[in-house]
């Protein structure tokens, strides 16, 4: 291996400050024809993967890799050094994808969630957690099936290990089928948490996770947990794993442990309060959602919430933020990132008697869960002849307008239409927000109820004391008008407004607030 002499050494390397030493150790034990995949976390792993790649190149392959320089504006001229050049153009590649520019790996269409680099063997990172998995071993079967001698290191968060996919793969590559198991390390940087959900005392059932390995055949798939702050314990752990996928004895798990936590132990019960309104009445949409979660949570206590980081967090909008300090983790509670698993507890538990309100954070990630949504929770009450009703309220969120990329900004709900048995309730307002959610947690019937991000943040006149409910079905005239009409939903009402209220002659505008 070409790892240019003095930049491991005993004696200067210490234990890293955060994540430094998995992206760096894991990579450097690769050679530059192995593969990796990466997480939503993935600028170290670029960083890291075209580094070490061109520290084993020569200079043919150097000066392959610099050949777009000049299209990508990128002056090399400057350099006597090709290494150096080359070195720092994969740094300023790196660089203009996470700000997407054109110059980038991905030409800026990654940006810094999804960028890869093909031509060192970095098929890319992920936004969707355990997103990887599936890639990583389809790669590592087309290594086997070609018998190439490389490997792929599947880079993955502890959070993502209780994804569905993240057995679906592992079984994967263990099947007996397989004369020789698959050339991928699953290679886990367990920081102790997914987002906030912590992995040990909370969201799993064990202590270490490279324990699951034993799991997946009968020679038990070879795994270990080692510390992750190391570098150099991390580079020996990845050398050793390669070594074993070279002969045939992959795939194999490692945890590298990153923080050693102690965890939450927190259980305050508060009185619940309203959120203060503005001189004019008004508060912000998202408030008005915790507002109507905090009354129907009071009103029946059949109401549980679930979801990722819902819980202490308050989700990553902090919409549900100050109900666990009301009700404690009886009523409120982290799950892992398993959507499948959220959504379809949520069937089985709306059929046994409570009415469990879920999160799922973004709606990109409901296609995680697809089964449980259109062929569980959308059939159960006709498909069993009426005998349960599911009384399943699934909060989810759209329209992040921030330049998230592919995996985090789509509009879905009209997927979700698709399903006879669901109804999907996408609020344009704050007053709508809070009555129509209070409707959805009554209603008998599954309801996917999606939050628009930008509306989160717009007030409205919300009544203080007062309950109000707003029943389904039901379409909004906003302004009356003779020529056009315009119908619209969720942020788009106020877009319309905005565009039809300068207006010198009439409209026609009907707005509608939500389907079923
Ligand atoms: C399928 C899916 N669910 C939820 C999210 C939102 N999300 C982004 S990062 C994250 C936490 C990931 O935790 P982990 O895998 O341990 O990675 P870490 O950030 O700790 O390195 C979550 C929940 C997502 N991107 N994809
Ligand atoms: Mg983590």
Redesign the pocket.
Known sequence: MLIPSGLFNNDSIGLAEH?EATAVGAISSLMKSDYITS???GHGHCVSKGLFALYQMNEDELNKFIESAKTNLFDTDQYDNLLEAAVDYHLFRTMAELIGKEEGYCRGRGGGMHIADFSVGNMGAN?????SFGIATGAAFTIAHYGQEKIILCC??????N?GIAHEAMNFATMAQFKKGLPVVYFV???Q???T?Q?KGEVTGIELLAKRGCAYNDVSMHAESICGMNVLSVREAVRRARELCIKGEGPVLIEANEIDSNYKTKQILRNPRKYPRNNEGKILARHAVTEALIEEMMRDKRVVLWG??ISEHGG?FSATLGLYDIFGAQRIFNTA?S?AAIIGTGVGAAMTGLRPVVE???I??IL?AMDQVGNQAAKARFMFGGQYSIPLTIRTTIGGGKGYAG??SQSLESVLTHFPGLKVVIPSNAYDMKGLLKTAIRDDNPVIFIEHQWVYLEKAVVPEREEYLIPFGEARVVKEGRDITVVAYSHMVSQHIQAVLPATFLMKLLVIVFTT
């Open positions: 994540q997480t939503h976390r936004a969707i957690v355990g997103g993955v968060g502890d959070g993502s290990m994804n940087e367990n920081n948490y997914g987002y959900g992995q990722e980081d990553a990132i959507e799922i954070m973004f990109d990630f995680q995996q985090h």
